[in-house]
C-alpha cells in the first residue's frame, strides 16, 4: 500500500464510479461526518455515481438510497441493491429475486440452532431489520466469533467478518460478485470498462473481494488493522481514518478528474 498522497497525477483521471464500504469507511466510530456526507455529495455532482457496498441491514440501506447523495445502495455483503425511483420511491432488486423470503427464513432457522448451541451468540441489534443475511455482534472475543463462524459455515452459510458483525448468508455471492451484476445489468458496465472506470474504498476483510479485483483501490489508515489478513491489499492507503480518509479519497478523484 502507498501513500494516497503520493499516487501520479490524474491516476484517477477516468474514475466514474466510486464503490465504497460504509461502516469505518464513511463513518469513524459509528458516526458520519458533515464532511464525509459533503464528499459524497461533490463526488454525485461531479457526475460521479457513488454506490455504497455495505454488510448493513435492509433497514439501513433503504434510508441511505432514499435520502443520500448516492445512486444505489448494494447491501447485506450483496444480497440487494436499492436505488431511488422517482422523488419517494425505491426500486429494489434481490439475488434470489422471488425466493427472497424462503431464503431468510432458513437463515433464521439456522440462527436459532447456532444459538442454542452457542449460548453467548447474540444476534445484531439490526437483525430483525435484515432481508437477506445473519448478523451476530461481534463483542471483542476473538474465540467466540472463531465460534461463530465455524458453527454458521457447518450450518451451509458463507461467511464474513467486519467490524461490527459475523454475517452469514446463502447464495456464494460476495461484494464482488453483486457489484459485477449491478454494473452489467443496471449500468451496462462489462468488466474492462469497470477496471478503468471504478474505484473502490473501504477497511474490512469483507471487502478483499474488491481490493483483489479492480486496480483503482483505496484503503482508509484503518485498513492497517486487518492488512496482514489480505490476501492483495488495497493499491492506495489514506493518513486519516474512516470518514475523513474517505474525504481524502474523494478529494484525490476530483482533483485528478480537473488535473
Known amino acids: ?29 459509528g458516526r458520519l461526518s458533515a464532511a464525509t456526507y459533503q464528499a459524497l455529495e461533490d463526488l454525485q455532482q461531479a457526475g ?76 445484531a441489534d439490526d437483525q430483525p431489520f435484515r432481508q437477506t443475511s445473519l448478523a451476530f455482534a461481534r463483542n471483542g472475543d476473538a474465540g467466540l466469533e472463531r465460534e461463530l463462524a465455524a458453527a454458521m459455515r457447518e450450518a451451509g452459510l458463507d461467511v464474513t ?44 476483510l469483507n471487502d478483499a473481494p474488491m481490493f483483489a479485483h479492480y486496480r483503482h483501490t483505496v484503503g482508509v489508515s484503518t485498513v492497517r488493522q486487518c492488512a496482514g489478513q489480505l490476501p492483495k491489499a488495497p493499491a492506495w492507503i489514506t493518513e486519516s481514518p474512516g470518514g475523513a480518509g474517505f474525504v481524502e479519497f474523494a478529494q484525490a478523484i476530483l482533483e485528478d478528474r480537473h488535473s
Open 48 to 123: 460521479i455515481r457513488v454506490i455504497p457496498v455495505t454488510a448493513a441491514s435492509a433497514g439501513w440501506c433503504d434510508q441511505m438510497a432514499r435520502m443520500w447523495p448516492v445512486d444505489g445502495v448494494i447491501g447485506e455483503n450483496g444480497g440487494f441493491f436499492f436505488r431511488r425511483d422517482g422523488q419517494h420511491g425505491l426500486a429494489r432488486s434481490f439475488w434470489h429475486g422471488d425466493y427472497t423470503a424462503a431464503v431468510m427464513q432458513q437463515l433464521l432457522d439456522k440462527g436459532e440452532g447456532i444459538r442454542r448451541r452457542i449460548a453467548a451468540a447474540t444476534l
Open 161 to 204: 467478518v467486519n467490524n461490527l458483525w459475523v454475517l452469514g448468508w446463502i447464495g456464494g455471492y460476495d461484494k464482488l460478485a453483486a457489484a459485477r451484476k449491478v454494473l452489467e445489468e443496471e449500468y451496462a458496465v462489462g468488466e474492462t470498462q469497470a477496471q478503468e472506470t471504478l474505484a473502490y474504498s473501504g477497511d474490512s
Open 1 to 29: 500500500m502507498r501513500n494516497l498522497h503520493q499516487r501520479p497525477a490524474r491516476t484517477f483521471a477516468g474514475v466514474r464510479f466510486v464503490l465504497t464500504d460504509m461502516d469505518e469507511t464513511l463513518t469513524y466510530r
